[in-house]
């Protein structure tokens, strides 16, 4: 996709033609609901372009870093990195002396030894304890007890030697953290030095006094683990503790999480092929001299954590793609990357040489990085927010970043190494989790991606749809529908299934696509017709464990079995999504037959699983007592919960979950150790809602405000991430997404929500505005429509409420404005619509806490409620 290829014009101001509810036309300019001059806190500006100043994407695909943010070593000029085309930063580093050596007849041994294989590389490989000898440093001893300790290696000398300390050479994949040099004397170990914390990959150890022994053990009692497994790796020891250099090298902030290939223009460099390491992370916490994350780790492969290459003494100008930059499979990069910091170290893997030598002179002119995903500038937005609070209007934006992020072609090249590449997909656009990892369409990220895309960018959503009929044409025989093309469409998800129905309404909800609500209706009746009756238990209730779904996971792979209110309310939910494109479809056998049993289905949750207790439902009717965040918010939205159990179960979640930094999906730790300190944006994105839709918005906001406000202000800010744990911790260490899709459902909520605005028959046919504005003092925003934009703007000004609503031609709908239980008077310019309980005029109807009018068409309709004191 090029940079133009996504960009839409944006909104402007215009002359619209008003109609009243009544039908009368008039012509106005589309003045403001307030006048001009007015504090932002106190008056919504007019509409046009005040919003284009929270908008996140880079303008064109070219990015550059904004700072540096530290050097190291011997390193001229490091910010002239930031300007292109002037002076050059210039990294230099010198040859190290060769490695001291063991005398002839050294032997080491081990505690245990892996057994030898093809390596990650293809090649065959040994692991025994005398590679930490061989002064070979391309090959290492492995131990076999992987997570267990301690491992020991033992060098025996032919002769007592004084030894002033050793070194410990090791490499990326995994360090030795803890460990203890012992010498022997006089029949017996003695430890001579002791490391605790370690990440250097060369370690040198200094003894306190010079030692006399014919032998010396290493203990190692913890490893770094850098997700190749949990075993000792030990390349060399040396017989004296050498102090290596330091590497010089330069960290660069690009402001934010970008995504793409990143390019660097080498000025020069000297003649001995000197090696450069990126390393790339999105926290700095996690920038290390390895990146927090790469698709090479993860599939076991060459990389060592870093990205390399050899600079040719003329200079060049890199991208960094995947591959190998020696013929001898040597000097491997990975490619496309998601970070917001990258490190360029003078530096290259022992594998390497004689390919690339980490030692030498490189000049750099620039940094940049080719952007690849979703280009959203303020002329691609087709759908926009904007309202008194700064704070949620940055969430907003947030989100929407987040989300272009994830929006990208599907390429062989970057997709997640785990047999996740498919044909069926390669050069489509999809949406994947993350721009990080992982880089895979994932069916229960769309629940959430997918309306955040159709609420700002919907001239993109066939990348939605690209992901959904992909998974609907790798339907399983008996009915199972694939989370995503990870393990080729194998990977057992329990819930999945389900959330591909909710997606596929939800498609053709916003979109009006109604072909392929007919082309994937059999596979549509396959998976709730055939596979999820299999799981289905005698009371009517989904239960894991049924044929054969013991080991079946969830959207986090949760230890979870037999009836779990979340898979239960989530089935309510997609029979009730799948009645509704059956009535679409005109298959009203169908239609009907799903929502009786959705009716039962919600009636067997409340027998079985509301825990009277708690006031709240149970996570499992079996094992320990604890209550999810998942299954009470969706058991609400979903209409499971009426509305004392709705105000009982989010009560208890207030109780129970609260934490600085958002609503804990636990409220205990019996699923497992920090369950209860645990916060998924994507499981309280339902929780929103239902406080929304329950009428506690004041309720919602707050809980926006600790979530989103919490991964706002820490790094890397503005993005959303995957999951975050004790202490507002990233969840997952650097393995954690800090930008992904699942988590942006603050978008849909505010727009639908807050603003109140939503579809309610496909294609915007229909549609209703329904604001819950609670503390709010105005808002207002634009959503994208087959039929063009439906705007929509509010404002509360003490006892009054006004609301204008922008119809476009061919839809209709209507608005319900909050009374907040009192008693009103609503007009249309001059026209009373009701007043003193009472409806003036048809379409018009009331309840204690809202007055609905309905039958809006084409035109700009002006209301005005006002609340009696």
Same mark, same amino acid.
């Given at each position: 996709?090029?940079?133009?290829?996504?960009?839409?014009?944006?909104?402007?101001?215009?002359?619209?033609?008003?109609?009243?509810?009544?039908?009368?036309?008039?012509?106005?300019?589309?003045?403001?609901?307030?006048?001009?001059?007015?504090?932002?806190?106190?008056?919504?500006?007019?509409?046009?372009?005040?919003?284009?100043?929270?908008?996140?994407?880079?303008?064109?695909?070219?990015?550059?870093?904004?700072? $540096?943010?530290?050097?190291?070593?011997?390193?001229?000029?490091?910010? +002239?990195?930031?300007?292109?085309?002037?002076?050059?930063?210039?990294?230099?580093?010198?040859?190290?002396?060769?490695?001291?050596?063991?005398?002839?007849?050294?032997?080491?041994?081990?505690?245990?030894?892996?057994?030898?294989?093809?390596?990650?590389?293809?090649?065959?490989?040994?692991?025994?304890?005398?590679?930490?000898?061989?002064?070979?440093?391309?090959?290492?001893?492995?131990?076999?007890?992987?997570?267990?300790?301690?491992?020991?290696?033992?060098?025996?000398?032919?002769? @007592?030697?004084?030894?002033?300390?050793?070194?410990?050479?090791?490499?990326?994949?995994?360090?030795?953290?803890?460990?203890?040099?012992?010498?022997? +004397?006089?029949?017996?170990?003695?430890?001579?030095?002791?490391?605790?914390?370690?990440?250097?990959?060369?370690?040198?150890?200094?003894?306190?006094?010079?030692?006399?022994?014919?032998?010396?053990?290493?203990?190692?009692?913890?490893?770094?683990?850098?997700?190749?497994?949990?075993?000792?790796?030990? #390349?060399?020891?040396?017989?004296?503790?050498?102090?290596?250099?330091?590497?010089?090298?330069?960290?660069? %902030?690009?402001?934010?999480?970008?995504?793409?290939?990143?390019?660097?223009?080498?000025?020069?460099?000297?003649? #001995?092929?000197?090696?450069?390491?990126?390393?790339?992370?999105?926290?700095?916490?996690?920038?290390?001299?390895?990146?927090?994350?790469?698709?090479?780790?993860?599939?076991?492969?060459?990389?060592?954590?870093?990205?390399?290459?050899?600079?040719?003494?003329?200079?060049?100008?890199?991208?960094?793609?995947?591959?190998?930059?020696?013929?001898?499979?040597?000097?491997?990069?990975?490619?496309?990357?998601?970070?917001?910091?990258?490190?360029?170290?003078?530096?290259?893997?022992?594998?390497?040489?004689?390919?690339?030598?980490?030692?030498?002179?490189?000049?750099?002119?620039?940094?940049?990085?080719?952007?690849?995903?979703?280009?959203? $500038?303020?002329?691609?937005?087709?759908?926009?927010?904007?309202?008194?609070?700064?704070?949620?209007?940055?969430?907003?934006?947030?989100?929407?970043?987040?989300?272009?992020?994830?929006?990208?072609?599907?390429?062989?090249?970057?997709?997640?190494?785990?047999?996740?590449?498919?044909?069926?997909?390669?050069?489509?656009?999809?949406? /994947?989790?993350?721009?990080?990892?992982?880089?895979?369409?994932?069916?229960?990220?769309?629940?959430?991606?997918? =309306?955040?895309?159709?609420?700002?960018?919907?001239?993109?959503?066939? *990348?939605?749809?690209?992901?959904?009929?992909?998974?609907?044409?790798?339907?399983?025989?008996?009915?199972?529908?694939?989370?995503?093309?990870?393990? #080729?469409?194998?990977?057992?998800?329990?819930?999945?299934?389900?959330?591909?129905?909710?997606?596929?309404?939800?498609?053709?909800?916003?979109?009006?696509?109604?072909?392929?609500?007919?082309?994937?209706?059999?596979?549509?009746?396959?998976?709730?017709? $055939?596979?999820?009756?299999?799981?289905?238990?005698?009371?009517?209730?989904?239960?894991?464990?049924? #044929?054969?779904?013991?080991?079946?996971?969830?959207?986090?792979?949760?230890?979870?079995?037999?009836?779990?209110?979340?898979?239960?309310?989530?089935?309510?939910?997609?029979?009730?999504?799948?009645?509704?494109?059956?009535?679409?479809?005109?298959?009203?056998?169908?239609?009907?037959?799903?929502? @009786?049993?959705? %009716?039962?289905?919600?009636? *067997?949750?409340?027998?079985?699983?509301?825990?009277?207790?708690?006031?709240?439902?149970?996570?499992?009717?079996?094992?320990?007592?604890?209550?999810?965040?998942?299954?009470?918010?969706?058991?609400?939205?979903?209409?499971?919960? %009426?509305?004392?159990?709705?105000?009982?179960?989010?009560?208890?979640?207030?109780?129970?979950?609260?934490?600085?930094?958002?609503?804990?999906?636990?409220?205990?730790?019996?699923?497992?150790?920090?369950?209860?300190?645990?916060?998924?944006?994507?499981?309280?994105?339902?929780?929103?809602?239902?406080?929304?839709?329950?009428?506690?918005?004041?309720?919602?906001?707050?809980?926006?405000?600790?979530?989103?406000?919490?991964?706002?202000?820490?790094?890397?800010?503005?993005?959303?991430?995957?999951?975050?744990?004790?202490?507002?911790?990233?969840?997952?260490?650097?393995?954690?997404?800090?930008?992904?899709?699942?988590?942006?459902?603050?978008?849909?909520?505010?727009?639908?929500?807050?603003?109140?605005?939503?579809?309610?028959?496909?294609?915007?046919?229909?549609?209703?505005?329904?604001?819950?504005?609670?503390?709010?003092?105005?808002?207002?925003?634009?959503?994208?429509?087959? /039929?063009?934009?439906?705007?929509? @703007?509010?404002?509360?000004?003490?006892?009054?409420?006004?609301?204008?609503? =922008?119809?476009?031609?061919?839809?209709?709908?209507?608005?319900?404005?909050? $009374?907040?239980?009192?008693?009103?008077?609503?007009?249309?310019?001059?026209?009373?619509?009701?007043?003193?309980?009472?409806?003036?005029?048809?379409?018009?109807?009331?309840?204690?806490?809202?007055?609905?009018?309905?039958?809006?068409?084409?035109?700009?309709?002006?209301?005005?409620?006002?609340?009696?004191?």
């Amino acid at each position: 996709m090029t940079s133009e290829g996504n960009k839409r014009p944006g909104p402007t101001r215009r002359t619209v033609l008003e109609v009243g509810v009544g039908g009368a036309a008039s012509l106005a300019a589309g003045l403001p609901l307030v006048a001009a001059g007015t504090a932002a806190a106190d008056a919504a500006p007019s509409r046009g372009t005040s919003w284009h100043r929270y908008v996140q994407g880079p303008s064109d695909r070219t990015v550059r870093p904004v700072r $540096t943010v530290r050097s190291a070593g011997d390193v001229s000029r490091p910010d +002239a990195l930031l300007t292109p085309g002037g002076q050059v930063t210039v990294l230099r580093r010198a040859q190290p002396p060769a490695a001291p050596r063991w005398p002839q007849g050294t032997k080491a041994e081990a505690s245990s030894t892996h057994a030898g294989n093809n390596g990650s590389d293809g090649r065959p490989r040994t692991y025994t304890a005398e590679h930490t000898i061989d002064g070979d440093p391309d090959t290492f001893w492995n131990d076999d007890t992987e997570g267990a300790f301690p491992d020991t290696l033992t060098i025996s000398l032919p002769g @007592e030697q004084q030894l002033p300390g050793v070194t410990v050479v090791s490499n990326t994949d995994g360090v030795p953290a803890d460990f203890t040099v012992e010498s022997w +004397a006089n029949e017996a170990w003695r430890t001579v030095g002791k490391v605790t914390g370690n990440t250097d990959v060369q370690r040198a150890v200094r003894f306190d006094a010079p030692v006399s022994t014919d032998r010396v053990r290493i203990v190692v009692t913890a490893d770094q683990d850098a997700g190749q497994g949990g075993f000792t790796r030990v #390349n060399e020891v040396w017989p004296d503790a050498v102090v290596p250099p330091v590497a010089p090298s330069v960290t660069l %902030d690009f402001g934010k999480v970008v995504v793409g290939y990143p390019k660097v223009d080498f000025a020069w460099a000297s003649d #001995n092929s000197p090696g450069v390491r990126l390393a790339f992370s999105e926290t700095l916490q996690y920038l290390t001299e390895r990146s927090d994350f790469t698709r090479s780790d993860q599939a076991g492969g060459a990389g060592h954590g870093t990205d390399q290459y050899a600079v040719p003494a003329g200079g060049a100008k890199w991208t960094d793609t995947k591959g190998f930059g020696s013929g001898d499979d040597k000097v491997y990069a990975d490619g496309l990357h998601g970070f917001r910091y990258l490190k360029i170290t003078l530096d290259a893997l022992p594998s390497d040489a004689p390919a690339a030598q980490p030692w030498g002179e490189v000049a750099v002119d620039a940094v940049a990085l080719d952007f690849t995903a979703y280009l959203g $500038t303020p002329e691609s937005y087709r759908g926009w927010f904007l309202c008194s609070d700064e704070e949620l209007n940055r969430y907003w934006y947030g989100a929407s970043y987040t989300n272009e992020l994830v929006v990208d072609t599907f390429r062989r090249d970057d997709v997640d190494p785990r047999n996740a590449y498919s044909p069926s997909l390669d050069g489509k656009l999809v949406l /994947h989790d993350g721009p990080k990892r992982d880089r895979d369409p994932y069916v229960g990220d769309v629940a959430v991606a997918g =309306r955040t895309l159709y609420l700002t960018h919907d001239d993109a959503a066939e *990348a939605a749809r690209n992901v959904l009929a992909d998974l609907a044409d790798h339907q399983r025989d008996d009915g199972w529908i694939p989370p995503a093309s990870i393990n #080729n469409y194998t990977l057992p998800l329990f819930d999945y299934p389900l959330w591909w129905v909710t997606c596929s309404w939800d498609y053709v909800l916003y979109t009006g696509d109604q072909d392929y609500a007919a082309r994937y209706y059999p596979q549509l009746v396959k998976v709730l017709d $055939t596979w999820y009756p299999s799981v289905t238990d005698d009371a009517g209730l989904l239960s894991k464990g049924l #044929n054969g779904t013991s080991d079946y996971g969830d959207y986090a792979f949760l230890g979870r079995t037999g009836r779990i209110t979340y898979y239960n309310a989530n089935y309510v939910q997609a029979l009730r999504d799948a009645a509704r494109i059956a009535g679409v479809l005109g298959h009203d056998s169908d239609a009907k037959r799903w929502s @009786e049993r959705a %009716d039962k289905v919600a009636v *067997a949750i409340n027998d079985h699983l509301w825990d009277p207790a708690a006031g709240a439902y149970l996570d499992s009717a079996t094992g320990p007592v604890r209550h999810a965040q998942d299954g009470n918010a969706i058991a609400i939205t979903a209409g499971v919960a %009426d509305a004392e159990r709705a105000a009982s179960a989010l009560a208890h979640l207030d109780s129970t979950t609260k934490l600085r930094y958002g609503n804990a999906f636990m409220d205990n730790d019996t699923l497992f150790g920090g369950a209860s300190q645990r916060v998924y944006a994507f499981t309280s994105y339902p929780e929103l809602v239902a406080r929304f839709e329950t009428g506690r918005p004041d309720s919602a906001i707050d809980q926006i405000r600790r979530t989103y406000g919490w991964m706002d202000s820490h790094d890397p800010g503005i993005t959303q991430w995957e999951g975050i744990g004790p202490n507002g911790s990233a969840y997952e260490q650097g393995f954690t997404s800090m930008a992904h899709g699942w988590s942006t459902g603050v978008l849909p909520a505010l727009t639908h929500q807050l603003l109140g605005a939503k579809p309610t028959s496909p294609g915007y046919a229909t549609w209703e505005v329904r604001p819950n504005p609670g503390q709010v003092r105005w808002a207002q925003g634009q959503l994208p429509t087959p /039929h063009g934009p439906l705007g929509v @703007e509010w404002d509360q000004d003490g006892a009054t409420f006004t609301l204008t609503v =922008r119809v476009p031609r061919g839809s209709r709908g209507s608005v319900a404005l909050p $009374t907040e239980g009192r008693s009103v008077t609503v007009r249309s310019g001059p026209r009373t619509l009701w007043k003193g309980g009472r409806a003036y005029g048809t379409g018009v109807h009331g309840d204690t806490r809202r007055v609905t009018v309905t039958g809006l068409t084409h035109g700009t309709h002006h209301l005005t409620l006002v609340r009696e004191r």
